[in-house]
């Protein structure tokens, strides 16, 4: 199973609006997440950030299986128009969260007819070619916006994409898939700015937690937490991760 990251920053982008990349301190531009997940047959794609088809073209995929969104906010479903334009001209699954699902239907009635909309169930794995993949909870934006990470697992190789969340929800069914992993992908705020987590309780680094083999930390802004490229680098590297760049390419191997 390969990964590629298509985009690592949170919901201003880098460098954000009005603001160039010597402002946000950063070394390289970074898009909203999302992530192309893939293997000899089965092409899939997590989250429709705004730039989804930009990212795409760069890296040469012209065709998905199905489309995996976490949670139902602008950043990680603002190329949902676009996507629709390629609904008509592709044969994909669309899988939404029943909370995402109503506020499609809500916000965007026009578009929901484009899509063949499944759905993802806290814990209730589906199949997609030969990947088996289960919906985590994560504590983000609920009950306005259930928000799911995902564990992906082909034969003996395992990854976790977690791209926006504060915290673990081990209670919640399906919400204690997230150990273990070869590969993990996880939201940095934890590690790199964990003042900024909106929750009354921070939790104690979420990210060892998941103790997985190699961590990549995403959804990062220099920026809006005030620290260059460099600095953030040091910082992760020091806690034994790596941080993520648009359109870097791991293989997952267990
Ligand atoms: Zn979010």
């Not at 070394?27 to 999302?34: D, I, K, N, Q």
């Not at 992906?152 to 997230?178: H, I, Q, S």
């Not at 490229?229 to 870097?248: K, R, S």
Request: some cysteine.
């Amino acid at each position: 199973m390969r990964c590629t990251l298509l985009g690592t920053a949170d919901v201003t982008s880098v460098p954000p609006p009005f603001r160039t990349l010597a402002d946000a301190d950063a070394t390289a531009r970074r898009r909203r997440s999302g992530v192309l997940i893939e293997t000899e047959t089965t092409t899939l794609l997590i989250d429709v950030p705004p730039e989804f088809h930009e990212g795409l073209r760069e890296v040469g995929v012209r065709t998905v299986d199905a489309i995996l969104v976490t949670h139902w906010h602008r950043d990680h479903i603002g190329g949902i128009n676009d996507l629709a334009l390629a609904a008509q001209i592709l044969d994909f699954a669309l899988y939404l969260t029943p909370t995402a699902q109503d506020r499609f239907a809500r916000e965007m009635p026009s578009l929901t007819d484009a899509f063949t909309i499944q759905d993802l169930m806290h814990g209730e794995p589906i199949t997609v070619g030969d990947l088996e993949i289960t919906p985590i909870p994560v504590a983000h934006g609920r009950p306005e916006s259930d928000t799911l990470g995902f564990r992906l697992e082909r034969e003996t190789e395992t990854m976790v994409y977690a791209p926006d969340f504060a915290n673990w929800c081990p209670d919640m069914k399906g919400g204690g898939a997230y150990t273990d992993a070869d590969l993990a992908i996880l939201e940095a705020t934890p590690v790199v700015a964990p003042e900024l987590l909106s929750t009354d309780n921070p939790p104690k680094n979420p990210v060892a937690k998941a103790a997985a083999s190699r961590t990549v930390l995403t959804h990062v802004n220099e920026y809006v937490v005030e620290k260059s490229t460099a600095e953030l680098e040091a910082i992760v590297t020091e806690a034994g991760y790596e941080l993520g760049e648009d359109f870097a390419s791991y293989t997952v191997a267990s």
